[in-house]
């Protein structure tokens, strides 16, 4: 199964840059040291070194660059924001990265179609502004928004906090046009629904840019809500917190977010930026209930009933826009808020059923000691994805050692437990090792007979998603492992 | 070939009897021999040796769809998977539950309800449909503009493939990113890429309470254009409503003569569900927006009523009669009602039907065989121009002599290289899908 076979050998980068430069121009192809390092690494922890970076700016010059790379027989790495986690934007094979940052037009607005048409560089935030006006919304809202582009999240089939109601990007994508790797462009889906033949979008969708490269892309927009409440509910214990969520779920309401944090999490964001969330709470949950007001207000009575009865200690409602802005904007720096509790950690993406969150919770909790490790744990509790960050500090000789014993043992509770790798971070190179936990060698022999059908020559992303023999990638040297989730 | 071969039972199948041979037979076309597997690796275990036999396979569950698709080429073989019944693992608290492909959607639903959940698909067939060939036909009914369409509420599959390849893809949880989403590619692929075996579904609470107000315009009032303008009005406000649907005179004609107390003439269908306050918002919002376009509004169901109108608003769009054709119609989701009023002077008489917010319109005109093709060129043009398609989703077998009830897709290479991958002995349903696979 392993793609390096199908890599041909023998590279002329120089002709192949000199050819690039012809099609984007010479200040559109980098090759320098410096420049190719800013492309080796995402938000994750893996990093390679990249060879040649080119920028496109329309459909005719990506056609022309993937011809042009598909001819010289090397990788081609589509890279939006570069804000993924796993590490699905690194040339791990080295290879020409495919920068977006100048496919970035909003082709077409279509608000009786409840549509857009982007180029992939657009990003998330950017086409959020842009249709809003028009009281219209992309629901996923990946919290690396205001940088991750509309092309990454199909490809990593982003989630967010509030996917929760409305669906992860999968559900909002209408079609796209996808570039192969030898530059044919064809059509997937559309403004009808539909379409007869294969569903072909929805394959491609959190396919890593493994399938080819997603060139512009057709989305669904929906109406923005009317009103929104904002909660916040303290428990003193993360298991009763956890129990909670399952409530709220079983009861019929759909919040529109449904996020848990732990108790060193609340410390660490209360710290970074006092929003007011309660620093002794050993758990709490903010939910978010909206639609119409009669929507929010009557979701918003069901769940602190629900709170209540669950044992919650104390519940805040937001009073103001500027307050739930603050409890958002908390949550969704939580990332950054990590290292004011350790040097390093390492963010985990992992899913398990809603109705074992106690349970699971507690085995995290219950493997980070018996590694030595403390751990700070957010959940988007409300489809179950867990997200516990692993704190350590790397000048310790067997830290990271221990951190990946601990991830390991975390993601098999997920699996124990009828979960996924990951939610919404995606396999990239950095869950390589455990897929085929998750997938037969029959699973992934026929999800690579699909990828064949698109991408013969395994040119598109390689190295990622699908295990491989053996892994060309290191731990790359910053000193703080950052990551925004 | 299997003419040549001797007709005798196998260890994966029983040569048909006469009774048999009957009721299994699809446009006049019998198979030779028939399987009842009774677990996916049975499934496997047919399949493979099917393929290494030369024998057509054609998967059927309840066979209520068998007439969609073209002619199949071949068919050897009828392999049922009404033995493949089963809710495996049912989680309220999830709400997520995986059932084996076979399982009676109308069994799963009930079980789901006395929890209070369901599974948000209300197709046609319903009542007799299996959960797999629901999701292998990819059929959705009224509520799929709040819900979406199986590609929307499936979260992972086991699928058996013609080699004997079982395999699996997604999960069991809501939320999952991990390897391809083979799952959403089996939706509606009719079985023709391998068959499905096991399914993990995501459900939804019942609403608390459902209301059906009926729109209609009183006779000074061209109906379409201003139910137009109360479904672009109401699509964009974020009511949450449960489906929105359009009937034409004769479809609504349907309804009242299956008993259901609606009003005569043209109809907008507005399907009001959740909280009762919710309810009440959305049942003023629909009150309002019809009232400014000069539409009467009445409500004309409520609670299960409300399920069991909706229920009959998917089975209207089934053939009633033989010389009936059903025409699948989709347009961008804003020309749903000017497409429908088109329709209405195209093809006079006919019912028709449509997912008002979902650019859904299913025609259902009374044609004689040798009508069916030169009036499915003549609409396929037409949908041709406004970024639609038409499927023939039924007709007589023989309008199909020389027809593709499908018409032509997008990246037909790669939908011929995905058969190709996925079933090269062209052992799933020769010939019935797109491009002739």
Known sequence: MGNEARMPAGRDLRTLAAELAAIVGPDRVLSDPYSLSLYSYDGGTDAAA????????????????????????????????????????????????????????????QPEHLTARVEGGVVNLQLGRAVAPLGLQFAPDPSSQAASTIG????????GPHTLAYGVTANHILGMKLFLADGEAVELGGLAPDAPGYDLTSLAVGSEGTMGV?????????PRPEAVRTMVAMFSSVEQCAGCVGAIIQSGVIPAALEMMDNNTIRAIEAATHAGYPVEAEAVLLIELEGISEAAETGLASVIEICNRAGAIELKVAASEAERAGLWKARKESGGAMGRLAPNYYVMDGVVPRNTL?????????????????????????????????????????????????????????????GSITGEHGIGVEKLDVVRRMFSDDDLEIMLRVRDVFDPRRRCNPGKLFPTPGRCIELHGRSLIEAHW | MSNDRRLSDGPNWQVVSFDEAVRLAVEGMAPKFQAAPLTP?????????????????RPRGAGTKMSLGNRSTRYDLALETGGLTSVLEYRPDDLVAVALAGTPLAAAQALFAEYGQWLALDPPYAATATIGGTLACNQSGPHRLRYGTARDLVLGMRVAYADGTLARSGAKVVKNVAG?????????????????????????????ERRVLACAAPSDIAPWPAMASVVGGLLRLPLGLGAIEALNREASQRLAAAGFAVPAGELLLVVCEGHPAVVGRQVDEVGRAAAATGLRTEEIATGDGAARLTAAVAESRTPHGADETVLKLSVPLGDTLPALAELVVALPGAPLIAHAGSGVVHALPRLAAAEVPPLVDQLRAWARGRDGYLVVQHCAPEAKIGLDVWGSVSAPRLVRGLKTALDPTSTLNPGRFVEGL
Do not use: W
Request: charged letters at 15%.
């Open chain 2, 180 to 208: 391809y989403d083979l799952h959403k590619m089996h939706v509606g692929a009719l079985g023709t890429l391998g068959v499905i075996v096991e399914v993990a579904l995501r459900l939804h609470p019942l609403p608390a």
């Open chain 2, 41 to 57: 690796e049975q499934v496997a275990a047919t399949l493979r040796a099917a393929a290494a036999e030369g024998l057509a396979v």
């Open chain 1, 358 to 418: 106690p349970q699971v919770l507690a085995a995290v909790e219950r493997i980070a000691a018996e590694h030595n490790l403390k751990v700070a744990t957010l959940l988007h509790a409300g489809d179950g994805n867990i997200h516990p960050a692993l704190l350590f500090d790397s000048d310790q000789a067997d830290a990271i050692d221990r951190v990946r014993a601990a991830g390991a043992e975390i993601l098999q509770v997920c699996l124990d437990y009828g």
């Open chain 1, 152 to 159: 990454g999240n199909t490809a990593m089939n982003a989630g």
């Open chain 1, 214 to 222: 997603a060139g512009e892309i057709q989305v669904r927009l929906i």
């Open chain 1, 50 to 109: 990249s060879e040649l970076v080119v920028i496109p700016e329309d459909g005719a010059q990506l056609a022309a660059v993937m011809a042009a790379v598909g001819r010289a027989g090397v990788a081609l790495i589509p890279r939006g924001g570069g804000t993924g986690l796993a590490g699905a934007v690194i040339p791990c094979e080295g290879g020409v990265t495919i920068s977006f940052a100048r496919l970035r037009r909003i082709v077409s607005i």
